[in-house]
C-alpha cells in the first residue's frame, strides 16, 4: 500500500516497523521519543539528587543521620541496578592528640550498603583539623518499584569534634556542599 497524506493531515500506508531507516533522528530521541525500556541494559534511565549545605556536627560515636543528606528514589523496575554516590565534606578536630577520626555510611533503607572511615594523624601531638571530602559509593538491586530512601549517617571514631560541610558553620561564607545521587540503570 503506498503512504498518502489525506486532507486533515492523516498518513495511511504505514505498517509496524515500516518505517525506513534514519527516520527517527536525535532530535525525536532528545525529545524523549526513546522510553526507558527502549533504550537498553546499561543506560541510566532514572536518577534522584540531593544536595545541602547544611553545617551538622557531632560527638556521638555511634551513627547520627548528616541533616538533610536523604534522597527517596522510587525505581522504574524491579530488575534495575541502582548505583548510589554521596560526596561528604567533613570536618575532624582534636585538640591535644594526634588522632581524629570520622565514619560515614549509606543506608538503603535501615540497611547500611557502604562505610568508609578517614582517618587523620597529626605526628607533633600537639592537635589538630583535618578537612577531607569523603566519597562512598554502592551497587545494589531495586529488588521492586517501591520508593526506597538513602541517606548519610556519621559518627566520631576519635577526635573532640566531627563535622559536615565545616565551611558553613555560624553563617561562613565558605560554600561547601554535601550531596548523594542514585543512578538507576536498565538491566
Do not use: W
Not at 533522528?25 to 526507558?36: E, F, P
Not at 533504550?39 to 547520627?64: E, I, M, N, P, R
Not at 536523604?70 to 582534636?94: D, G, K, M, R, W
Amino acid at each position: 500500500m503506498p503512504i498518502s497524506i489525506n486532507g486533515s493531515g492523516t498518513v495511511t500506508g504505514i505498517s509496524v516497523g515500516g518505517l525506513p531507516d534514519g527516520i527517527v533522528d536525535t532530535d525525536m530521541i532528545a525529545a524523549k521519543a526513546a522510553t526507558a525500556p527502549k533504550l537498553g541494559d546499561g543506560t541510566v534511565v532514572k536518577t534522584s539528587y540531593v544536595s545541602t549545605a547544611t553545617f551538622t556536627d557531632t560527638t556521638s560515636t555511634s551513627y547520627v543521620d548528616i541533616t538533610n543528606l536523604t534522597v527517596n528514589h522510587t525505581p522504574l523496575s524491579a530488575s534495575n541496578t541502582l548505583h548510589v554516590v554521596a560526596h561528604i565534606q567533613n570536618l575532624v578536630i582534636e585538640i591535644g592528640t594526634y588522632a581524629g577520626d570520622i565514619g560515614l555510611r549509606i543506608l538503603k533503607d535501615s540497611t547500611e550498603i557502604s562505610a568508609i572511615e578517614l582517618r587523620s594523624k597529626d605526628y607533633g601531638q600537639s592537635g589538630m583539623r583535618n578537612c577531607t571530602t569523603g566519597i562512598l559509593d554502592a551497587e545494589v538491586n531495586a529488588g521492586g518499584t517501591s520508593q526506597i530512601t538513602f541517606k548519610c549517617q556519621m559518627k566520631m571514631i576519635a577526635g573532640n569534634l566531627v563535622s559536615i560541610n565545616p565551611g558553613n558553620e555560624g553563617g561562613g561564607t565558605d560554600s561547601d556542599q554535601s550531596s548523594i545521587t542514585v543512578f538507576e540503570i536498565a538491566s
